[in-house]
């Protein structure tokens, strides 16, 4: 039985020295349906640069064939004929946050700027609203499934009205599984994306707050309809049935 691989949101230009940085990211960022070309230095990312037409440019400052400023300056000089867009979102990376650094990067092209280490949820979230901007997309205020609103703005949920009190990783564990209410997230994708760990180990935290979630829905009057448990793989927010 064939299978359909699901469809890539956005593509990613990456563009960092380190091995261990590059791949997580890589791994991560193509686990959230990116597609991803990922290369180490300022000359794979000129030749990457009008092959692969990214919608976001990831560019570390430390680059061991040039700086990521000047990469950051050539983007921003291209033109249609070059085959990217100038105005395309860049992310700088660095190793600290001398604020010299990170104005230099700001006024040479970059739109926002990361300093190492940092939470791959941070980054992600970072990554995707310039994406959102540069689409001329907004962040949608209230997701609405059945009788269960999520308002993000106001970082409340709510069933057929009744208020449900959450904490602050119940709630963001409800806003992740809402976005895209069929789709199973991994337990591995929701470590990474709510908790902000680099890697998922031997822990219990997904289940637990999953379970306290779903009965904090039933008790509001959503019955066992929301939280639904892929054995083995992670959770939607509403089973098959549904």
């Not at 000129?46 to 990831?58: F, I, S, T, W």
């Not at 400023?69 to 983007?75: C, E, F, N, S, V």
């Not at 990170?102 to 739109?111: H, I, M």
Request: aromatic share 6%.
């Amino acid at each position: 039985m064939s299978t359909v691989a699901p469809s890539v949101t956005a593509s990613v230009l990456l563009v960092e020295p380190s091995d261990p940085v590059r791949h997580f990211l890589h791994q991560n960022l193509t686990a959230d349906r990116y597609g991803v070309v990922a290369v180490p230095s300022v000359a794979e990312a000129r030749r990457a640069l009008g092959r692969c037409a990214p919608d976001l440019a990831v560019i570390a400052l430390d680059l061991p064939d040039g700086e990521g400023l000047d990469l950051m300056a050539h983007i921003r000089d291209g033109d249609a004929s070059d085959g990217w867009d100038a105005g395309l979102p860049i992310v700088g990376l660095s190793r600290d946050g001398d604020p010299y650094a990170v104005a230099r990067a700001l006024e040479r092209g970059a739109d926002d700027h990361l300093v190492r280490p940092f939470h791959y949820a941070e980054f992600a979230a970072r990554a995707g609203a310039l994406i959102r901007r540069s689409r001329g997309q907004t962040l949608c205020d209230q997701l609405r499934v059945g009788p269960l609103v999520v308002d993000r703005r106001a970082r409340r949920a709510t069933v057929n009205g009744v208020l449900v009190t959450l904490s602050a990783k119940e709630f963001a564990l409800l806003d992740a599984l809402a976005r895209d209410p069929w789709r199973v997230l991994t337990k591995d994708e929701l470590l990474r994306n709510v908790w902000g760990y680099l890697s998922a180990g031997r822990t219990r935290t997904v289940d637990s707050h999953a379970s306290r979630l779903r009965r904090k829905l039933e008790d509001a009057g959503a019955g066992q309809r929301f939280v639904a448990n892929v054995w083995g793989i992670g959770y939607r927010l509403l089973p098959e049935a549904a």
